[in-house]
């Protein structure tokens, strides 16, 4: 029989688009705001439209229940606990990316902002169920298009074009090199699918490992890692976040960090249904190259993050660390063949959940910038925060949960998460040769990072309660930042404080949970 | 019986009740101190409740204390555990708690398993600091009575949080929730000290003390994780619970051992105790920066300078005390034989250096709170000499002196606080003869010298004793001789010395005295300061005449410290165990002869 009539291919084949249904709601919502934007740009409309489009993904989301493709090695979507994980993260994002950005979306480009917004939540959210290089790769540039565009927008001097051409070029060469790897991967494959390809690749990287599939590991590596801004590929990040529009700024520190990061467990099989089918174990050392990255990148963020007299790329640095936080997820993920069974944090359930503790707590503070921000008195400067703690008590006492959260205190979700990323270092195996002790001692470089790196969140504490203040911030007027940030503030101390469903969710995310309910 | 419940119900106000305080302080405007102290006594009083709910049954098991070894028995009990599962059936204890805050497994209930719990409860180790922490808070009220006219409201706010974290901390018995609290006391101090702080440095130096003290914790934390993961109950599964943890490591070690002493194999056994020179360590790295031990200790001098001196009351009679009691709670339990191997002679080296250069610094001094600030280094070198000796007389000996010394020194720091108030300084060139212009406060100030000097009859000299004898133990490896014990002693010599070298400066001689701060004459203690300064010197008196009553509570869980310092002492040296009570050597769990 032609495999191609196979029923169960067609049905898997037509079943995509159900997969898909809420980032088609966000993406007509978006098509909407393009189109009828230019007759009626008025930023209160396309607010509300906005809102209602991603309220109604949330909804289809919620009641859509979707059955898992037939035939895996031929899905494009593939709509398992993670993607799941990632689309809900994507949509409240959305959702609060919409409040957070309201000062920033006027001046006649309300349209084009909200729209723009809601397709980049749609590319982070088809981000998580690629199960297809092209997919894949389609998801990530639906991600990337419309940040140029929002970093365009309200561009009208010197350093918010340099940023926006800067991020466009690197992001850019970062396309071109996930594409090389990807067709290294499909040249050694034959097959653009996911499943498919981890499928090939654990078995033949099981008798001896192909030095071109290692290649296209690397490149695919190197291209999240301008994404996760991993160094050595952070060196946008500084001059975007300081030349780029707040709002703007905020969703390239959390959204690319989500979608690099899913995009490089999907295509290094840490998301497969089998968390243990690996194409790249410990002995092909690409964990190891992982590992030297993660330390690289939190070392080096929180190193020059010390420097900086501007939040901003105070920010961007601090940006820089957490993603070598996030990437211990990943290398301990890689470790779980060598571990089957045992009961504590397998990696990735620790990455959802700092990704979820890590957005909240960056994207409040980039909108307590926004939100303090007037044109003719910008915060800049660590020093335009001077005496807060008086002029805006509660703004004051947000930014405080956040810095706090960001440094890792107790009773912050930010706690939550490295707490959960050392756990996950501790049970990875301290046996295998080519990593030995590599996993307790990245805790431990992790612990000392985290204790640097309180330091600058702290010189912003105490600039702001400490200092009194010299020209006190002008009351903004935009309540919806400011319920963006209460919001904020609120969900990294109650998950903080109680972090039980927030980890359930995560655990339920990653495969490891899966497996780990079936052992007991 | 509804006693049990009601008693759990008194523990877990003592943490909520400095937090729902540090709410409502502040509502209270200018009147916040009044309120501020009137919540105080509230929590003093609930205190001496749960004090005495607790002495009996801490008192029955000390006269309970089984003979030989029994893994069973080498792990701390706590009392009056907020959800008990047991509290159904109100008369009985499971001293276990059901509340859970994150689970990272999948584990029956009633049995141990990954979970992060908020259990709490108390036992004979923590309840006198317990008692410390809610009755030093006082004299940090009143002594601030005056000298904080700025916000207030905020200030005791603070206060009371920095209670909270340092009760939460004492209490705790789930690990993580010990570092949660161990944490939450950073930020309370960092504004503390940097917004009402007096000096000029006050931000550099409440930033330097918050990232010290992360610094180490974060290590601490790890190293915490470490031990967690790296020893499994007998079914696989981890636990944070404290006790439970506490017996997994005894019986992962002592399984080793008598595998050793059976087979003659000592592979696993030294790679357990390799892996427990690492996590020593770490979990150590965090208590020897709060204690602080020397070369630790930098950030201790500007923070207690630049500190309001009700702030560094607390800090010096509660803070530091949890350095001292996460090396009890944690480090002596959860690694026993790097404790035995690497506490006294390397630990302790530079816990004798600080006891010495403390003692130096504190004679330099020509600040009378500095003084007291180094003099404060000096004993509490001596405290984690105490407590590294690892046996009874040692451990008995420094959680009484943990008591003593928060008690003396924090009152030492209240009557600077009597002349900060009058003359704003504390500089000795600038006094003399005050027991002529002040014979009421010279009289109290006396008292309170001679306590932290050590003199007979007084609480101090009862604690140092038992440190003392606790020193003299040959069978630590790596002591050579008394030399610890000297060391100590000089230590108390010394003390002796400067504080006595500064009462004859300030209150003997010609009667000196700084241009006064207030207007009109300058009184002696006036009723407020009577309280704040002769409450302490009470207990002082109290402490040094009927110390048994602090002993007695204690007994039981020194005496299972102390046998798993004898456990591990036997390990480290890698001889088989002898029994007091005849057993063949070569057996590691004799049968419990009257339980």
């Known amino acids: 029989m032609n495999p191609l009539s196979d029923p169960a291919v067609q049905q898997t084949l037509t079943g995509v688009f159900r997969l898909a249904l809420p980032e088609i709601v966000l993406l007509g919502t978006a098509c909407l705001a393009f189109l009828v934007g230019p007759f009626a740009n008025r930023r209160w409309l396309w607010f509300a439209a906005a809102l209602a489009g991603v309220a109604g993904a949330m909804v289809v989301a919620g009641v859509m229940k979707a059955e898992p493709p037939a035939v895996p090695t031929v899905a494009p979507l593939i709509p398992d606990a993670a993607a799941a994980f990632v689309r809900w993260l994507a949509l409240i994002s959305a959702a609060v990316f919409l409040f957070v950005s309201w000062p920033e979306a006027g001046r006649g480009h309300a349209a084009e902002y909200y729209g723009c917004l809601l397709v980049a939540a749609a590319g982070v959210s088809l981000t998580g169920r690629a199960n297809d290089l092209i997919t894949l790769f389609l998801a990530l540039e639906l991600l990337s298009i419309p940040t140029y565009i929002l970093l365009y927008l309200p561009a009208q001097d010197r350093p918010n074009q340099e940023a926006a051409v800067k991020y466009f070029l690197l992001s850019v060469l970062s396309s071109a090199l996930l594409l090389f790897g990807f067709s290294y991967l499909y040249g050694l494959t034959g097959t653009t699918n996911i499943t498919a390809i981890v499928d090939t690749l654990t078995r033949a990287n099981a008798a001896e490992l192909s030095p071109m599939a290692l290649l296209a590991a690397v490149l695919v590596v190197a291209a999240a890692g301008f994404r996760v801004t991993a160094v050595p590929f952070h060196f946008y990040a500084p001059d975007v976040y300081e030349g780029g529009p707040a709002g703007v700024v905020a969703q390239i520190a959390f959204l690319p960090k989500v979608a690099g990061l899913v995009a490089l467990a999907r295509v290094l099989g840490l998301l497969a ?71 504590a944090v397998g990696g990735m359930d620790a990455v959802f959940v700092y990704l979820a503790a890590y957005g909240a707590m960056t994207v409040g503070a980039f909108a307590v910038v926004l939100y ?14 001077a005496g807060l703690g008086e ?48 996993y307790q001692v990245l805790a431990v470089i992790a612990a000392v990072n985290s204790a640097v790196g309180a330091y600058y969140y702290l010189r912003v504490i105490g600039v702001m309660y400490l200092r009194s203040p010299v020209r006190p911030p002008a009351d903004s007027r935009s309540l919806p930042t400011k319920l963006a940030v209460l919001a904020l503030a609120g969900f990294t101390l109650v998950f903080g404080i109680y972090p039980d469903p927030l980890v359930k969710a995560g655990r339920r995310a990653a495969p490891v949970a899966a497996t780990q309910t079936a052992d007991g | 019986m509804y006693l049990l419940p009601t008693f759990r119900i008194l523990v877990l106000l003592l943490v909520a009740l400095p937090l729902v305080s540090a709410a409502v302080v502040p509502l209270f405007g200018r009147a916040a101190r009044r309120a501020a102290l009137l919540l105080a006594l509230l929590h003093a009083g609930v205190t001496a409740a749960v004090v005495a709910g607790a002495l009996p049954a801490l008192n029955q098991r000390g006269e309970n204390v089984p003979p030989g070894r029994d893994f069973a028995f080498q792990k701390f009990t706590p009392e009056f555990v907020p959800g008990d599962p047991g509290v159904s059936d109100a008369s009985t204890s499971t001293h276990r708690t059901r509340w859970t805050l994150l689970n990272l497994g999948d584990a029956p209930p009633d049995r141990a398993g990954p979970r992060i719990q908020f259990y ?12 410390l922490c809610s009755l030093m808070v006082i004299p940090a009220i009143l002594v601030s009575w005056e000298a904080v006219a700025d916000r207030p409201g905020a200030f005791y706010g603070w206060l009371f949080v920095l209670q909270a974290g340092a009760i939460g901390a004492f209490l705790s018995f789930d690990v993580i929730l010990f570092y949660a609290f161990f944490e939450l006391t950073l930020i309370p101090s960092f504004f503390l000290i940097g917004r009402w702080g007096e000096g000029p440095h006050r931000r550099d130096a409440a930033r330097t003390f918050f990232l010290y003290t992360l610094g180490g914790s974060l290590l601490t934390l790890v190293g915490v994780v470490g031990v967690v993961l790296t020893n499994p109950l007998p079914d696989g599964r981890f636990t944070f619970e404290l006790p439970e943890l506490m017996a997994a490591v005894q019986r992962n070690l002592g399984g080793a051992f008598a595998e050793f002493l059976r087979t003659g194999d000592g592979g696993p056994l030294a790679e357990k105790q390799n892996l427990q020179f690492w996590l020593f360590l770490c979990l150590i790295a965090g208590f020897m920066v709060k204690a602080p031990v020397w070369p630790f200790h930098t950030w201790l001098p500007a923070a207690y300078r630049e500190a309001p001196i009700g702030v560094t009351l607390l800090l010096s009679a509660l803070l530091a005390k949890l350095g001292t009691f996460g090396l009890l709670r944690f ?14 002679p390397v ?156 009462l004859r400066r300030v209150f003997f001689g010609p009667v000196v005295e700084p241009p006064p701060a207030v207007a009109g004459p300058v009184h002696d203690v006036n009723p407020r300061e009577v309280v704040a300064l002769g409450g302490p010197v009470a207990v002082c008196l109290l402490l040094g005449l009927v110390p048994q009553v602090l002993l007695n509570p204690m007994k039981a869980d020194v005496a299972a410290l102390a046998e798993v310092g004898d456990a591990a002492r036997d390990r480290v040296a890698g001889t088989a165990p002898k029994f007091e009570d005849g057993l063949p050597a070569g057996t590691i769990t004799p049968a419990r002869k009257n339980p």
């Open chain 2, 331 to 344: 480090v002596l339990p959860l690694t026993p034989d790097a404790a035995v191997a690497y506490g006294l």
């Open chain 2, 120 to 131: 709490i409860g108390v036992d004979g180790l923590n309840v006198w600091l317990v008692a």
């Open chain 1, 273 to 343: 249904a089998d968390p243990r089918h690996q194409p790249f174990p410990v002995d092909t050392h690409l964990p190891l190259l992982l590992w030297v990255v993660a330390v690289l990148t939190m070392s080096v963020g929180n190193v020059l993050a010390l420097l900086q007299d501007n939040l901003r790329r105070m920010l961007a640095y601090s940006g820089v660390a957490h993603g070598g936080y996030l990437l211990i997820g990943l290398v301990v993920a890689t470790s779980l063949p060598d571990n089957p069974g045992r009961p």
């Open chain 2, 347 to 502: 630990v302790g080296v530079l816990a004798g250096i600080g006891i010495v250069y403390g003692a130096l610094c504190a004679y330099a001094a020509r600040d009378i709170k500095m003084m007291v600030a180094y003099s404060s280094l000096s004993h509490l070198g001596f405290l984690v000499l105490g407590i590294l000796a690892f046996n009874r007389e040692g451990l008995s000996g420094a959680t009484l002196h943990m008591v003593n010394h928060g008690v003396s020194t924090g009152a030492l720091f209240a009557l600077l606080a009597f002349l900060l108030d009058r003359y704003r300084t504390t500089d000795m060139r600038q006094y003399g003869g005050l027991t002529g212009r002040f014979p009421r406060f010279a009289f109290l100030a006396f008292v309170l010298c001679f306590a932290s000097i050590g003199l007979p009859g007084l609480n101090n000299f009862v604690s140092e004793m038992l440190m003392m004898a606790g020193l003299f133990d040959a069978r630590n490896p790596g002591v050579g001789g008394f030399g610890y014990a000297v060391v100590a002693a000089v230590g108390i010599f010394l003390s002796a010395w400067y504080v006595l070298t500064m």
């Open chain 1, 391 to 438: 002029s805006h008590p509660v703004t004051a006492g947000c930014m405080t949960v956040f810095l706090l959260s960001l440094i890792g205190i107790p009773l912050t979700a930010g706690f939550v998460g490295k707490l959960l990323l050392f756990v996950g270092a501790f049970t990875a195996p301290a046996d295998t040769l080519s990593m030995g002790h590599l």
């Open chain 1, 372 to 385: 303090l921000s007037t044109p003719d008195r910008p915060i800049d400067g660590i020093d335009d925060l």
